[in-house]
């Protein structure tokens, strides 16, 4: 035996284990972190953004706050990872919502309900999928590395304002454009129906 002391997964020692391991501003190093997978957590990411721990809503927003800065995707699962654990949590649609958006300079600087910011463009491109039966819109933003937001109503209704018709691989498409980049919503022939 090596002595070393085996620890169940909780969103305490979670918690605990990120705040020993960052002392400096910005996102941790999640993506330097590859530690061995300890099990599931009972934390799940509903649809509108809300975090559920053992089926309640985790009311501090800071734990919330911390807990997305050590989310991770790998493949389709997610995870909350420390230096030394990796859990694996549960997640409805996409890990963040974008809560607001900003038309400024020509670009779409977006806001997510954990306070995370980015400017859409190639680093941060957006992308609409569209419901087989309904053809209801799904539009999202990557937040980082391949953890996107699901862009809520009032600002997908802000952003259709904002659209504009655009040449894209040889059709024409209503789309958004920022940071020099044109991102397609639906083609231009199917708003005319």
């Not at 990120?18 to 099990?39: E, M, R």
């Not at 649609?93 to 607001?100: H, I, M, T």
């Not at 209801?136 to 259709?160: G, H, M, Q, T």
């Amino acid at each position: 035996m090596s002595g070393q002391n085996i620890v169940t997964p909780s969103a305490e020692n979670i918690a605990a284990s990120v705040s020993a391991a960052t002392h400096h501003k910005g996102l941790p190093p999640v993506h330097l972190w590859n530690p061995p997978f300890c099990g599931d957590l009972d934390i799940r990411i509903a649809r509108d953004g809300t975090w559920f721990y053992l089926g309640t809503p985790i009311g501090r927003p800071a734990l919330v706050k911390l807990f997305s800065s050590i989310l991770k995707k790998e493949a389709e699962k997610y995870y909350l990872v420390t230096p030394v654990e990796k859990v694996g949590i549960q997640v409805d649609d996409a890990p963040f919502v974008a809560v607001d958006v900003d038309h400024r300079d020509g670009d779409l600087h977006f806001t997510t309900q954990v306070g995370d910011t980015m400017i859409a463009g190639p680093n941060h491109p957006i992308r609409v999928e569209r419901d087989t039966k309904t053809g209801e819109p799904s539009p999202y933003v990557l937040v980082r590395s391949n953890l996107e937001a699901l862009i809520d109503r009032k600002s997908f209704y802000r952003l259709v304002d904002l659209g504009l018709h655009e040449t894209w691989e040889g059709e024409s498409w209503f789309g958004l454009r920022s940071q020099s980049t044109f991102f397609p919503m639906i083609p231009s022939r199917e708003l005319n129906n």
